[in-house]
């Protein structure tokens, strides 16, 4: 699969950044240009910025742009089929903006899961044809979307990473939950840890006492044997006799 030589994961942030900068304290008709700016932009993938401005949260009272404001949210936190269901809520979207629609669905599916099957995003993006999903991966490479290739094989696209999409006020608090669920999880297995290297700190040293008594017992055993083999003094009386017989020749002559 195609891929860029240096990667890295773009979401368009600072983009957004500066469209909510310069929308905020103007006037409605400047924040729906700016709105339609996001939505239509190819390297903005994350809403949540402009959805927090006063101005915005406007639009969702007001009949004549209420449908600009829940197209924004759709983008944010939503999925395509959500807009295949009731469109009429949403703007118009142009073939541009339903590409942009698909892979932010594809974002949230990769999410969720790192082997993504065909069938998944077929049904999930809507996309009619295998060599469409494919283009579609490949394009979302290139952009510093996600980082992965595809197994035509196995039909399959394999996820390594992927940018992240907004997250609803709403969710905040299941996902501080669930952060802290892991947390413990890992305070758990850290304390696991620790009692595991503390118990084999006590194994290795009464192994090394234990090998340490072993080689004191064979150093001993050593040295009786060596001691035991030793030719004593007193078993050499029988050179003394012939001290003895030297003393008698001595006589002799």
């Known amino acids: ?18 469209i909510a ?23 903005i993938f994350v809403f ?3 959805l927090l401005l006063p101005i915005v949260k406007g639009l969702s009272s007001d009949p004549k742009h209420k ?3 829940h197209t924004l949210d759709l983008f944010a936190y939503g999925v395509y089929s959500e807009y295949i269901k009731n469109p009429t809520q949403y703007l118009k979207l142009t073939p541009d903006q339903e590409k942009k629609l698909q892979i932010l669905t594809f974002i949230s599916v990769c999410n969720e899961m790192k082997n993504v099957p065909y069938s998944k995003i077929l049904e999930d993006c809507h996309i009619k044809v295998a060599k469409d999903l494919e283009q579609l991966v ?16 196995s039909q399959l696209v394999h996820v390594d990473q992927v940018i992240s999409r ?9 996902l501080l939950a669930q952060f802290k669920e892991f947390q413990a999880q890992l305070q758990k297995s850290d304390d696991i840890l620790r009692t595991d290297i503390n118990t084999m700190g006590t194994v290795k040293s009464e192994t090394v006492i234990k090998a340490s008594m072993y080689h004191d017992e ?21 050179m003394g006799g ?7 020749f001595g006589g002799r002559f």
């Open 67 to 69: 449908s600009v404001f």
């Open 1 to 18: 699969m195609p891929h860029t030589k240096s990667f890295r994961m773009e979401d368009g942030t600072d983009k957004v950044y500066a």
């Open 21 to 43: 900068k310069r929308i905020q304290g103007g006037t409605v008709d400047e924040c729906v240009k700016g709105i339609n700016e996001a939505l239509s932009h190819k390297e």
């Open 166 to 174: 907004d997250v609803p006020m709403t969710s905040v608090a299941s």
């Open 218 to 238: 064979e150093q001993r055993k050593l040295q009786e044997i060596q001691r035991s083999s030793v030719p004593r003094m007193g078993g050499m009386g029988g």
């Open 48 to 50: 949540g910025e402009l």
């Open 138 to 153: 490949i394009d979302c490479v290139y952009a510093g979307i996600i980082k992965g290739r595809l197994d035509h094989e």
């Open 242 to 248: 012939m001290g003895g017989m030297g003393g008698g």
